[in-house]
Every structure is written in C-alpha cells, then in structure tokens.
C-alpha cells in the first residue's frame, strides 16, 4: 500500500518553487551592491526565493535591508569576508539530517551568512489545508551540519 500522505508531501518538497528553471540571481553572495533607495553601498549576505521572486538580504554598515532586483545594482565586487564558499547551492536537493518520520529531502530555497556561517532556507512543513489560528512559519534556516547532499 502507498503512503500516500508522505507520496504528497515529497512531491511537494521537491517540486521547485520556481516552476521548471531556476531563475538568475541578480548579484552573487558577498557581492558589493548599490542600493537605490538609500543611495548606499552595502554587499549581499542572503538570497531566498520568497513572493515568487528572489529577495536579497544586503548587509549595509550592519543593518540588514531586504530587497529586490530593481532596487539593486551589482558591482560585480567581492567583499573580502573570511568565510568559506557555501557548501550548498540555490536549487540543490539536501537531506535533512534528523530523526523525524516521513520524507528528508528538500530543496534549498535561500542561503543567508549569519554571523560568518553559512545557513539554508528549507521548507520544514508542507502546507495545511486547515487553517490554524496561529501563526507557523513553514520555512526555517538550518545549518550545513543539519544536511546532506542528495546524488540525484
């Protein structure tokens, strides 16, 4: 017999967001950028895929501003952090590594440096189709030990 609610939802995690193609960012992470509205410098320190485009997390004098591709301007300029490369990218298939019951597999959806690591955008809950009078966030930012690589 199919288990057809863990069918469902591993279908659900694994169906990318962005439809067929993942779409171009606009700047990479630790690029310097120009932001329009303040008329700063500041450089990229997060991309997630949220409201079906990219938003871009940009670490401006350590105040974190969350914008779009129109309110930016890459300078093709990376800033020199002491960080290593993440080892994970936007798109790639990952494992979660817990314990829980159901499917593990997930794509990663954004990736933010948060206190010089690297940290993963995942979907940790697929929708309901209840609405509950509290508020859940479905997505979470998990470390790099929390996952694993999927050789799809």
């Given at each position: ?7 469902l939802?591993?279908i659900?995690?694994?169906s990318p ?19 329009r ?6 450089y990229?320190?997060g ?5 079906e485009?990219?938003?871009?997390s940009i670490?401006c004098?350590n ?8 309110q930016?301007?890459?300078t093709g ?5 002491p960080?290593?490369k993440?080892?994970?990218v936007?798109g ?6 817990s ?7 997930r ?8 206190h010089?690591?690297w ?6 809950m697929s929708p309901t189709l209840?609405?509950t009078p509290?508020i859940?966030n ?10 694993m690589?999927v050789?799809?």
């Amino acid at each position: 017999m199919i288990d057809n609610v863990n069918a469902l939802q591993t279908i659900w995690y694994l169906s990318p967001p962005w439809r067929q193609t993942i779409p171009p960012v606009e700047v990479n992470l630790l690029e310097r950028v120009y932001l329009r509205t303040t008329r700063t410098f500041g450089y990229c320190c997060g991309i997630q895929w949220k409201h079906e485009c990219w938003i871009y997390s940009i670490d401006c004098r350590n105040e974190i501003v969350h914008v779009t591709q129109h309110q930016i301007i890459g300078t093709g300029d990376l800033v020199p952090l002491p960080v290593p490369k993440p080892a994970f990218v936007l798109g790639q298939r990952v494992m979660l590594c817990s314990h829980d019951k159901g499917t593990k597999q997930r794509l990663i959806l954004g990736i933010a440096l948060v206190h010089n690591s690297w940290f993963y955008l995942v979907e940790l809950m697929s929708p309901t189709l209840i609405k509950t009078p509290t508020i859940s966030n479905r997505f979470s930012l998990v470390g790099e030990k929390s996952l694993m690589r999927v050789n799809a």
